[in-house]
């Protein structure tokens, strides 16, 4: 079974651009949720969505926004860049059925490096 | 809110040797998932260990294992007879339901 994939896995851009990235999770996980890795603030929450729908949301200004396709292929838009924005973004997949305090393994890509110079 | 603290940024580990990372976490829950993730340089992060709240005994996985106490609020990491493949960024992690949070890594060095 493919893991998940995650497009593009480098991107340079500049302040004000936006970006788009992409995540292809593991067949049959209904879950993606996404993460920006940064050396100083470390792994931080950006958003679940489960079945084309936001279910969690992390504290991100609302530049970041994503959404989650009927395949259950998401992306992340991040509009108006800024030098801070400079992360790893990691998705993570799953199965995503969440009840009783069951629990579903994610699965992460292997992450977007965008870089906002 | 939940936290996760990692206290140790960067710990080395001589081939073969065992190595304990350190974890807690505050939250007022009782049922809830921990985890240690590993991170290899320029590899994709992958599971090392989940730990069920509700289960008093200590998960194991091979070499790895570890120390839950749950009124303490740690969650330790146990690496037995460490290997060079070892070396990495280890995260530990909080779930409970949507909720999932990271602590700040801890980077593992292993010596030949």
């Known amino acids: 079974k493919a893991g998940v994939t995650q497009t593009p896995r480098y991107l340079i851009k500049t302040r004000g651009q936006q970006v788009t990235l992409s995540c292809s999770p593991i067949?049959?996980?209904?879950?993606v949720s996404w993460y920006q890795q940064t050396p100083g603030q470390g792994l931080q929450f950006l958003f679940e969505?489960?079945?084309?729908?936001?279910?969690n949301k992390g504290n991100f200004p609302g530049r970041f926004s994503g959404r989650q396709f009927s395949n259950s292929r998401s992306e992340m838009n991040v509009s108006t860049l800024e030098l801070g924005d400079s992360a790893l973004y990691l998705c993570?997949?799953?199965?995503?059925?969440?009840?009783?305090?069951?629990?579903?393994?994610?699965?992460f890509g292997p992450g977007t490096r965008l870089t906002v110079l | 809110a939940q936290t996760v603290t990692q206290s140790q940024p960067e710990m080395s580990v001589q081939e073969a040797e065992t190595v304990t990372l350190s974890c807690t976490y505050d939250?007022?829950?009782?049922?809830?998932?921990l985890f240690w993730y590993k991170q290899p340089p320029s590899r994709q992060m992958i599971l090392v260990i989940r730990q069920e709240a509700y289960k008093q005994q200590n998960a194991t996985e091979n070499r790895f294992s570890v120390n839950f106490q749950k009124a303490a609020k740690s969650f330790s990491l146990k690496i037995s007879d460490s290997q060079l493949g070892d070396a990495a960024m280890y995260f530990c992690a909080y779930r409970r339901y949507n909720d999932m949070r990271f602590g700040a890594g801890t980077r593992l060095t292993v010596k030949p």
């Open positions: 939250t007022s829950e009782s049922d809830y998932y």
């Open positions: 067949s049959g996980h209904r879950s």
């Open positions: 969505y489960f079945s084309e729908t936001q279910r």
């Open positions: 993570a997949s799953s199965l995503g059925h969440v009840s009783g305090g069951a629990y579903n393994e994610q699965f």
